[in-house]
Nanobody, 122 residues
Framework: QVHLAESGGGLVQAGGSLRLSCSASGNFFSINVMGWYRQTPGKQRELVAAINSGGSTNYADSVKGRVTIQRDNSKNTVYLQMDSLKPEDTGIYYC????????????????WGQGTQVTVSS
């Protein structure tokens, strides 16, 4: 069993900041990519940011310059620092992890967190 536990969502005024955290626990061999998607009202779920085990990052154009993704491999935890938040950042943020379950296979399986609500008021 693998479990992703998220924290850090909440209500913030426009221009404010939030820091989301997501920790992976359970039985797995290694984590390749960790990241965050968000589901905003009226839109499809979109990738916000991702980071691989080597530290390479990928950001959605809509958040570049305002969001930083970091990872602590020793804690199997990924962080999403969001600054200069806008009302259009409002949504449910889902953490994910692509991980391998044992050393004999390179196949990655994707696991999801339960989602955390971010609300930015204008």
């Amino acid at each position: 069993q693998v479990h992703l536990a998220e924290s850090g969502g909440g209500l913030v005024q426009a221009g404010g900041s939030l820091r989301l955290s997501c920790s992976a626990s359970g039985n797995f061999f290694s984590i390749n990519v960790m990241g965050w998607y968000r589901q905003t009202p009226g839109k499809q779920r979109e990738l916000v940011a991702a980071i691989n085990s080597g530290g390479s990052t990928n950001y959605a154009d809509s958040v570049k310059g305002r969001v930083t993704i970091q990872r602590d491999n020793s804690k199997n935890t990924v962080y999403l620092q969001m600054d200069s938040l806008k009302p259009e950042d409002t949504g449910i943020y889902y953490c994910y992890a692509d991980l391998s379950l044992d050393s004999s296979s390179s196949t990655n399986f994707r696991y999801w967190g339960q989602g955390t609500q971010v609300t930015v008021s204008s």
